[in-house]
C-alpha cells in the first residue's frame, strides 16, 4: 500500500494569511506540485511520468509569464494593496519565489531519476562524454549537415549590440579567446526554435543526445581560430501580457500588432544549467537588465518543456497508456447518424474524452451541408491549428447560410491562430464578430436553424471546453445537445447580445455572466441555506478548475455553518480555507489529478432532498468560480432538466468524481493537500468512464447492457 502523501507547496516563512482564504498564487503551484507528483508515481507507465513531467514544466512557464510577470507588474507601478488573503503584492512575489525555486528543485530531481529508469528501460539520453568514436564521427556529420547552416553565432561588443532572444528562446553564450593574439570575445548563440530539442542518434536503441550537448561538441565549426574558455546555456522567459487599449478602432489590427509586442515583453526570468561562470551571469545580466535574483542555475536539463518531444519520439508503447478510443456515441447510430432526429427524439450530453468529439463535429458538418439549415452561430475561443470545425463554418458560408462565427480575439495565447481564422472565414462569405472589447466571450455555444416545415427549430449545443478535436481527446468536459425551445430562444437572446449589444430583460433558462452568474449562484446557495434551516436535506456538490470568487467564498462558508453538506471538486486553484470549525466544517475539497485533465464545470443543489436526487438541480457551466468568469467574461450555465441527462450527469459524473480515492488529493484547513489513502479495491473515475458508457449516448443499447454497472456514493469520503 501506497504511503499518504502530502504536499507541503507553501514556504514555511510567508505573513500569515487571513484565517477565511488561502493564497491564489500559491494554490496554483500547489496544483502543479500535485501534477508533478504524477512523474514521481510509480502507478503510471514510465514515458507517461516524463509526459507529467512536462506538463508540470509548461505550466510553471506559464504561470510565470502571466501570474509572475503581473505580481511584479504591480511591484513595478508602487502598488501595494493587498490580495484577500492579506498578502501584499511584493509579500506574494517573495512567497512565490521561495515556492517556485522548490517546485524547479524538484522538477531537477525528478528527472535525473526518470532519466536513470529510461536508461534501465532502453531509453537513453546521453552525455557527449559516454559517445562512442563512431557515434560522435555520426553527430559531427549530423551537425554539420542539419545545424550548422541554421546557426549564426553573435559577437557582442559595440559594432554588434546583444541580440534580442524570443520568449522562452534557448542561447548559448560563449567566452572566447582568439589563439593568435589571445584577445577575448563574447559571443551569443540562439538556438532556432524549429531545430529538434533531442537528437536520435542511429540504431536499434532508442539512444538520444540534447540540441545544446550535440552543439558544444563542435565549437571549431562555429568559431574558427577561436578556444573557448567558457560556456554557459540560457534559457528566458518573458511577460506574456498584452494591454489593451479600450478605444482600439480596429481590434483585429490591434491585436496583430500586440502579439508582435508580446515577443519583446520584459524579461521575468531566466534558467542557466548549473554550473555557470560568474562573470557569464554578469555579462547577461548586464544585457538583459536582469539581477542575480532573476536568475535560477538549475541542474540536470533546461527547458523540461522540451520532455513531450522525448515522449512523442520514443516508439515504446510497453512504456505508455495503453490506447484508449472514444466510444462514438450509439444514440446517434439509433437515428443512422442523423444528428437534428437523434436531438429531435431526446436531449443528449455527451461525456469526452471517452465519448468521441466528433459527434460535435459531425453535428456542424450536417448543419453546414442539410438544404434546410438556414443559419449557424458559433462562438470560438480556442480550436486546433487544422480545425475541422472552421471547415465546416466555411463550408457552410459558401453553401449559402448565414453564418456568424464569434471569435474570440482574447484568448490568451491563441490570438494568432484567433486572427488567422477569422480571416479565413471572412473571405468564405461568413459574418465575423469579435465580440466586446471589454469582455472575453468564453461561452461554449452552437446554435443552428433548421427550417422544419412551416417553422425555423432551433438547435443548440452548449459545451464546458473549447471546439477543439485534439484537447477534446485528454481534457473531461461534457457536451449538451438540445432543441428545448425556451433554452434556444435563451441562447439566441445572448448571441443578439454580443453581436448588437441588445441586452434581453431577462432569461428563463440559461445563467450568463456577467451580471447573472454569481448572483444566481448565491440565490441557489441561499436555497439549500433555507432547505437547512427548515430540518430537511441540504447539499452542494460542485466541479471546477478554480474557485476564487470571495463573495461565493463566503455564501458557502455561511451555507457550512447552517449545516448544508458541501462536497466540491476543484482541479487547480482553491481560495475557499475548509475544515475549520465554525466556518467551513461541512466544506470537502478534493482535487483529480489523472490521465486526463479535468476541466468540466458542473454545480448540483440538493433542493430539500438528499443527493443524488431526481429533485436536485443540476447545472453545466463555461465558468469557473472566479471574479473574471463573472465580472469580465460572457459565459453560460445550463440546466439539465431531461431526466436521462439529469441522471447522467449526478448519479453517474458526479458520483464518480466524488467516490474516486485513486487519484484524489483532499485540501487541509492550512493549504496543504493529502492524497487519499490507497485501497487495494480502490476507485478511479477515469477508469470507471472508459469502461462504463454514459447513459444518454447510449440509446437503444442501454436496454441491452443488463450487466452496466452503477457507481454509489458511500460515506464518508
Not at 559571443?187 to 536520435?200: A, C, E, T
Not at 468540466?600 to 473574471?628: H, L, Q, T
Request: hydrophobic content about 40%; glycine content about 6%.
Amino acid at each position: 500500500m501506497r504511503k499518504e502523501t502530502r504536499l507541503r507547496t507553501t514556504p514555511q516563512r510567508r505573513p500569515a494569511p487571513t484565517d477565511r482564504y488561502l493564497n491564489r498564487e500559491l494554490s496554483w503551484l500547489a496544483f502543479n506540485f500535485r501534477v508533478l507528483e504524477e512523474a514521481y508515481n510509480p502507478a503510471n507507465p514510465l514515458l507517461e511520468r516524463v509526459k507529467f513531467l512536462s506538463i508540470s514544466a509548461v505550466n510553471l512557464d506559464e504561470f510565470t509569464m502571466v501570474r509572475v510577470a503581473g505580481l511584479r507588474d504591480q511591484i513595478r507601478h508602487g502598488i501595494e494593496t493587498p490580495s484577500q488573503d492579506g498578502m501584499t503584492p511584493a509579500q506574494q512575489l517573495a512567497a512565490v519565489n521561495e515556492a517556485s525555486r522548490q517546485l524547479m528543485k524538484n522538477q531537477q530531481a525528478c528527472w535525473l531519476d526518470l532519466k536513470r529508469e529510461l536508461k534501465k528501460s532502453g531509453v537513453e539520453v546521453m552525455h557527449p562524454r559516454k559517445l562512442a568514436r563512431a557515434q560522435r564521427a555520426w553527430l559531427q556529420t549530423y551537425f554539420m549537415e542539419n545545424l550548422f547552416a541554421a546557426l549564426t553565432p553573435i559577437a557582442v561588443d559595440p559594432a554588434h549590440p546583444f541580440p534580442f532572444l524570443p520568449n522562452l528562446g534557448l542561447a548559448l553564450l560563449f567566452e572566447l579567446k582568439r589563439k593568435a593574439g589571445g584577445r577575448k570575445q563574447i559571443s551569443v548563440l540562439p538556438l532556432p526554435p524549429k531545430l529538434p530539442r533531442f537528437i536520435r542518434i542511429p540504431g536499434e536503441a532508442l539512444r538520444f543526445v540534447l540540441l545544446e550537448d550535440v552543439i558544444q561538441m563542435f565549437p571549431e565549426a562555429l568559431y574558427p581560430g577561436y578556444e573557448v574558455l567558457d560556456s554557459a546555456f540560457f534559457r528566458i522567459i518573458r511577460d506574456s501580457d498584452l494591454e489593451l487599449e479600450e478605444e482600439a478602432e480596429d481590434l483585429m489590427r490591434y491585436y496583430e500588432n500586440a502579439i508582435k509586442q508580446r515577443r519583446r515583453g520584459r524579461v521575468i526570468r531566466v534558467k542557466a544549467l548549473s554550473p555557470v561562470a560568474p562573470q557569464l551571469v554578469a555579462f547577461f545580466n548586464a544585457q538583459l537588465g536582469t539581477t542575480q535574483e532573476d536568475i535560477i542555475e538549475v541542474p540536470g536539463m533546461i527547458g523540461l518543456s522540451a520532455l513531450g518531444d522525448l515522449y512523442e519520439l520514443s516508439q515504446r508503447p510497453d512504456l505508455k497508456f495503453a490506447p484508449y478510443n472514444a466510444r462514438f456515441p450509439e444514440r446517434i447510430g439509433d437515428f443512422n447518424g442523423d444528428c437534428f432526429a437523434a436531438i429531435q427524439a431526446k436531449d443528449i450530453i455527451i461525456h469526452h474524452p471517452f465519448e468521441s468529439f466528433d459527434v460535435v463535429v459531425q453535428f456542424l458538418r450536417q448543419a453546414a451541408s442539410d438544404p434546410d439549415v438556414v443559419s449557424i452561430k458559433q462562438t470560438l475561443y480556442r480550436t486546433s491549428k487544422d480545425s475541422p470545425i472552421i471547415k465546416a463554418l466555411i463550408e457552410a458560408a459558401e453553401n449559402g447560410k448565414s453564418v456568424t462565427a464569434l471569435v474570440e480575439l482574447k484568448a490568451r495565447f491563441d490570438e494568432e491562430a484567433n486572427i488567422k481564422w477569422a480571416r479565413d472565414l471572412e473571405r468564405a462569405g461568413a459574418q465575423v464578430v469579435y465580440g466586446f472589447v471589454n469582455l472575453k466571450t468564453h461561452a461554449k455555444l452552437s446554435l443552428v436553424a433548421r427550417r422544419e416545415g412551416e417553422r425555423l427549430v432551433e438547435y443548440v449545443h452548449v459545451g464546458t471546453g473549447n471546439y477543439h478535436p485534439t484537447t477534446a481527446k485528454v481534457y473531461t468536459d461534457l457536451s449538451y445537445f438540445t432543441c428545448n425551445e425556451a433554452l434556444c430562444l435563451d441562447i439566441s437572446y445572448l448571441f443578439n447580445f454580443v453581436t448588437g449589444y441588445a441586452e434581453p430583460e431577462r432569461f428563463t433558462h440559461i445563467i450568463p455572466a456577467p451580471d447573472h452568474m454569481r448572483k444566481g449562484l448565491v440565490g441557489l446557495i441561499e436555497e439549500e441555506i433555507a432547505h437547512a434551516q427548515a430540518g430537511r436535506p441540504a447539499s452542494l456538490w460542485a466541479k471546477m478548475n478554480s474557485l476564487v470568487d470571495k463573495q461565493i467564498i463566503e455564501a458557502l462558508y455561511e451555507a457550512s455553518q447552517a449545516g448544508v453538506q458541501i462536497d466540491l471538486i476543484v482541479r487547480g486553484i482553491c481560495c475557499l480555507r475548509p475544515g475549520v470549525p465554525g466556518m467551513s466544517e461541512n466544506i470537502r475539497v478534493k482535487s483529480i489529478i489523472g490521465r486526463f485533465l479535468e476541466h468540466s464545470r458542473v454545480f448540483c443543489f440538493g433542493n430539500g432532498e438528499a443527493m443524488p436526487s431526481r429533485k436536485a438541480k443540476v447545472y453545466i457551466a463555461s465558468a469557473d468560480w472566479m471574479p473574471r468568469n463573472f465580472d469580465h467574461r460572457v459565459e453560460v450555465m445550463v440546466p439539465m432538466e431531461n431526466p436521462t441527462v439529469h441522471a447522467q450527469v449526478l448519479d453517474q459524473i458526479m458520483v464518480a468524481n466524488l467516490k474516486d480515492d485513486l487519484k484524489s488529493w483532499h485540501l487541509l484547513p492550512t493549504g496543504e493537500y493529502v492524497r487519499a489513502p490507497i485501497k487495494a479495491e480502490g476507485f478511479a473515475a477515469h477508469d470507471y468512464f472508459m469502461t462504463n458508457p454514459s447513459l444518454s449516448g447510449r440509446g437503444k443499447a442501454l436496454k441491452k447492457d443488463v450487466s452496466r454497472p452503477h457507481v454509489h456514493l458511500i460515506r464518508p469520503l
